[in-house]
């Protein structure tokens, strides 16, 4: 298995221990039932982790959604929204904005806008408002990032864990990146290890599985990312329709442009196609500013316009298609580089089948469709 890299601050453990005990604390409140968590009527699938930063939460959602919409059923996605302007419940429309849900949220409506995607901070709040609705009545609600909102009872919690940081590895804040002990992976029904390498090798699987240690009742997938289609983000503005990453010369300059927490992997995509990559990589979720978007134009415009390309994430599409301080010279260089997943070991089936399984068996609605 390939070397994790995982830098842990041990000289902030003290503080790490502090954190933990509140975290801790919190916890065994809701396990006495001091805290009450809340259950639905509804089928309710949390998607989530123990670390901060990216594990791939939104194209396991995206897999989700896809899924339960082969089987007909009516989908809803909750999330709390992050770095978005407005508060309370937000039910997304038509013409809803990046700044009234967020940008995941925003990507996900326009991608499946026949989907209901809502937010709220409190998430119990939100799962009644999304059960209040009709014509058609939701069948199912994806929690996305909820798994430490206890107030919740989700009837299946699914964990994601990096493959490049496995939880077992990490440690609690600050030191690490662990929002709470890696213990709170024993609340998960499903643990699937995220990003894997194509080069991972067989013997691989088993030495996590021992690392990760799992109860009987917990099942461990493992995916890995799946680059789509260039796709441009102004169609208007360009005739140069890219056929995936074919088109791309070894001598084409590409400016990479991201608001994610770990490019790392993307930047690596990349440059399995060209070796000429530029990152300009921002914070996650990056609200971008007239300023970065200048750094952007004045870097870009140096290189050959006839080789010369802007690639970008969704989710940070999300956030430049209506910002008013885009230039139009840009326009018509910037690509979106799509991102689904794909499950390892012929795991595909099974995990499909378990989760249409558990929303049949716990859904309100006894007339769902039936294979």
């Known amino acids: 298995m390939e070397d994790n890299f995982i830098k842990i601050h041990y000289e ?145 919690n699914i964990l994601l864990t ?20 890696a213990s709170g992976k024993n609340r998960a029904q499903i643990v699937i290890v995220t990003k894997c390498p194509e080069t991972i090798k067989p013997i691989d699987f088993n030495i996590i599985a021992k690392r990760l240690r799992l109860f009987p009742y917990q099942q461990l997938y493992f995916s890995r990312f799946r680059y789509g289609t260039l796709t441009p983000l102004f169609p208007e503005k360009t005739d140069n329709r890219r056929e995936g990453f074919s088109s791309l010369s070894g001598d084409e300059q590409v400016l990479l442009v991201t608001g994610i927490a770990s490019p790392a992997p993307l930047v690596q995509e990349v440059k399995s196609h060209t070796p000429h990559v530029t990152l300009l990589a921002f914070d996650d ?35 430049l298609l209506h910002h008013p301080a885009l230039s139009e010279a840009l326009k018509p260089y910037i ?12 795991q595909q089936h099974i995990f499909n089948q378990n989760i249409i399984g558990y929303v049949r068996k716990d859904s309100r609605n006894s007339s769902l469709p039936e294979k």
Not at 114 to 138: F, M, S, T, W, Y
Not at 289 to 307: A, I, N, T
Not at 335 to 346: D, G, K, S
């Open 12 to 156: 902030l453990y003290p503080l790490s221990w502090l954190y933990g005990l509140g975290v801790c604390l919190r916890n065994k409140l809701f396990d006495w039932g001091w805290l009450r968590s809340k259950s639905f009527d509804v089928p309710v699938i949390c998607v989530g982790n123990l670390a901060v930063g990216g594990t791939g939460k939104t194209p396991h959602t995206e897999y989700l959604i896809k899924l339960l919409l082969r089987e007909k059923l009516h989908v809803a996605t909750l999330s709390r929204g992050y770095k978005r302007k407005s508060k309370g419940y937000v039910l997304a429309a038509g013409d809803s904005n990046v700044r009234q849900i967020g940008d995941e949220p925003y990507q996900i409506k326009n991608k499946f806008p026949g989907i209901r995607v809502a937010v709220d901070e409190d998430r119990c709040h939100g799962i009644g408002q999304l059960l209040k609705l009709d014509n058609p009545p939701v069948d199912v609600v994806l929690l996305d990032d909820a798994f430490q909102h206890r107030y919740v009872k989700a009837g299946l």
């Open 162 to 181: 990096d493959y490049h940081r496995l939880l077992c590895e990490d440690a609690l804040l600050p030191a690490g990146r662990l929002r709470e002990p």
């Open 285 to 319: 979720h990056h609200d971008f500013s007239p300023k970065d978007l200048q750094m952007v134009e004045e870097q870009f415009l140096q290189w050959d316009e006839k080789k010369r390309l802007i690639i970008t994430t969704e989710k940070d599409a999300a956030r």
């Open 335 to 346: 690509y979106v580089l799509p991102i689904e997943i794909e499950f390892l070991q012929n």
